[in-house]
């Protein structure tokens, strides 16, 4: 071979590091000791990227316990390539405190790392020190001939023909990375403001008021919202939760025994949303016990017969209904086999009937109403989903007392075993994501749920927003909330359906929520080179790409041979980069794909006409 391939992975956070391990674990059987170079490219150190950095505030913390965060595979991923066993994030804390394992952390993480337990939620600058271990192992496992190159800056385009090398523009380098291959696992996008967000923002300047639009909350410059300002915050997901922390124990207060004590420099967050809830609590116990076996439902077959199905897909029609009867199989099988004295019916009985019942029908409802006497036992995925829906509240105060009530109740069950149920429809939501993600791009929806649900914060976060709710830093707004820009009197102006006829003013307004990952509006000049290009994209802007091996597609539905994509921003979008331990890891999954077609690809290359394409 008269020239060594090359491999260009456009990002170097734990995606990145995900596609360095399946390379290292796949390399001796397709690509054997032929030589490799890999130019890994990230303005931030590899292994966090820019979401795990190790330079962020020490009060932000995972969303995640330590026992349930690993980025290794076994033999529960589904994938062609070996599992490499590795320890999960407690684990690898246990071994660096038996100095079996020496981190790249400050004296703040490593003494982070001396007290966590598997039940802690860590910090991100922890989960930093992690994954930049995690990422130097899967380095040192590639075979002699494959070498990593590290390049801390940013990737600017990608051009070049379908059958030659591809050229890979960085900020700061004149010259080209030339590419046999390139990996796009960039993560989440900052994005251009869309119609709405600008026309706020430009109100905003007109009148000297602060808009914080959609963004990573540690990046928002937050020194703008003063103390005792009355600030309207939409969203009530985990970007609020940071929001909350950094503009109040960030800024000096502190929690004493379920009380906030406030440091006089907090703005007073008003706090609305679609929901007019925070994200349910994680769930604070473990599994015991007999496992609902999934998937049931929402299995390889279900999703190759869609895939096979003639025309579009329609979430609520063809996806929605199976997905409630995967998540009702979990959530009774593990009532029957755990609770059995809160049942009234055979289990075999019962799950027969279930099986056979259509989704939403009477028949069904019937059926649980029968076997289940406690409507507090039933599954009902409409309420949890929008619990405030039709609820409406005669003064703010009444409707504070009430989603503290409300946020009280699912901390409590949330960490009851009693309610084990809603960790076996945790653990169905995962099963059923695993196959979703086979299906390309089905909509928001269904993602926005699965968060709500799955990927709510730690339950210590819940409490210390009931403090502050009671301190009067946090009031809450409640559901369908909207905001208007009033010219007149130079003011924000929120109203939801929660408190009819309640309008709330303030002279700032904060967007707590990510930017949309969306193409057509991404502020990445590498992402939007690749639309302007040909590459295709779907309805809601996300990056199309083959499921089978992530290949990225142009608009006639051809992969592209030398570009591939993996992340949040395609079409092949996953629960996360990392996932807790033998459930799955459909992200490990598709790294292994890619990592295999890229190796095979590499392999074909160099062995026609004895050199590589130039």
């Known amino acids: 071979m008269s020239a060594t391939a090359t491999l260009v992975v456009i990002g170097g956070g734990p995606r990145g590091t995900g596609i360095i391990e399946r390379i290292a674990a796949n390399a001796v059987e397709l690509y054997g000791n032929q030589p490799l170079e890999i130019h890994l490219v990230d303005p931030h150190p590899a292994g966090g990227g820019r979401i795990w950095r190790p330079d ?24 062609a390539g070996p599992v490499a066993p590795g320890p999960a994030l407690d684990v690898w804390a246990d071994d660096v405190r038996a100095g079996r394992v020496t981190p790249d952390a400050d004296p703040a993480v490593l003494a982070e790392i001396r007290g966590l337990s598997g039940q802690d939620f860590p910090s991100r600058r922890l989960q930093s020190a992690y994954l930049r271990w995690t990422h130097q192992r899967a380095v040192a496992a590639l075979p002699p001939g494959v070498t990593v190159h590290e390049h801390r800056t940013t990737a600017l385009r990608v051009t070049g023909p379908r059958d030659g090398r591809q050229r890979v523009r960085l900020h700061g380098r004149a010259a080209p990375l030339l590419a046999d291959l390139v990996v796009l696992t960039v993560g989440h996008l900052d994005s251009e403001q869309g119609p709405e967000q600008r026309a706020l923002g430009d109100f905003a300047r007109r009148h000297g008021l602060v808009h914080l639009p959609p963004d990573f909350t540690a990046d928002s410059d937050l020194d703008a919202l003063g103390p005792g300002e009355p600030v309207i915050v939409r969203g009530f997901g985990l970007a609020f939760v940071d929001l909350m922390v950094l503009l109040t124990e960030g800024r000096g207060g502190r929690h004493e025994n379920g009380v906030y004590v406030p440091s006089g420099r907090e703005p007073v967050l008003y706090v609305g949303s679609r929901r007019g809830v925070p994200y349910h609590a994680k769930i604070g116990y473990g599994w015991t016990g007999e496992r609902p076996p999934l998937p049931r439902h929402v299995d390889r077959a279900w999703a190759d017969r869609l895939l096979e199905a003639a025309g579009p897909l329609d979430f609520r029609r063809d996806v929605w209904p199976a997905i409630a009867r995967e998540l009702g199989h979990a959530h009774y099988h593990r009532l029957f086999t755990a609770h059995p004295e809160r049942t009234a019916l055979a289990h075999e009985v019962f799950a027969e009937r279930y099986a056979a019942a259509d989704p939403d029908s009477p028949e069904l409802a019937a059926l649980v109403a029968e076997a289940v006497p406690d409507p507090a036992d039933r599954l009902d995925l409409d309420a949890l989903d929008r619990p405030l829906d ?54 928001g929806r269904w993602h926005g749920f699965f968060s709500y649900l799955a990927s709510g914060p730690p339950g ?54 990510l930017p949309d990952p969306s193409l057509r509006h991404t502020a990445s000049a590498l992402l939007r080179t690749l ?37 949040p921003f395609t079409t092949a979008r996953s629960s996360g980069a990392f996932t807790r331990p033998r459930t799955g890891g459909p992200a490990f999954r598709q790294n292994d794909a890619a990592a295999r077609a890229a190796l095979a690809f590499l392999r074909d290359l160099s062995c026609h006409d004895g050199r590589l394409a130039s």
Request: proline share 5%.
């Open 56 to 79: 962020q505030s020490p009060l932000l913390w995972m969303n995640s316990m330590a026992q349930d965060v690993t980025m290794f595979t076994d033999e529960t991923v589904e994938m």
């Open 390 to 443: 039709g609820v409406r509240h005669a003064s703010p105060a009444s409707l504070q007392e009430a989603l503290r009530s409300y946020i009280s109740a699912d901390l409590a069950r949330r960490h009851d075993p009693e309610h084990s149920q809603d960790l076996a429809v945790f653990l169905g939501l995962l099963s059923v994501y695993g196959q979703l993600i086979r299906l390309g791009d089905i909509g």
């Open 460 to 513: 210590p976060r819940l409490e210390q927003l009931l403090a502050l709710s009671r301190a009067g830093v946090v009031r809450f707004l409640g559901a369908g909330l909207t905001v208007e820009a009033d010219e007149d009197h130079g003011v924000f102006r929120a109203a939801t359906t929660t408190l009819p006829g309640v309008r709330t003013e303030a002279r700032a307004l904060v967007e707590a929520r």
């Open 531 to 567: 639309y302007e290009h040909g590459a295709a994209v779907t309805e809601d802007g996300l990056l199309a790409v083959d499921p089978a091996d992530s290949r990225v597609l142009d608009r006639e539905g051809r992969p592209h041979p030398r570009r591939f994509a993996l992340g």
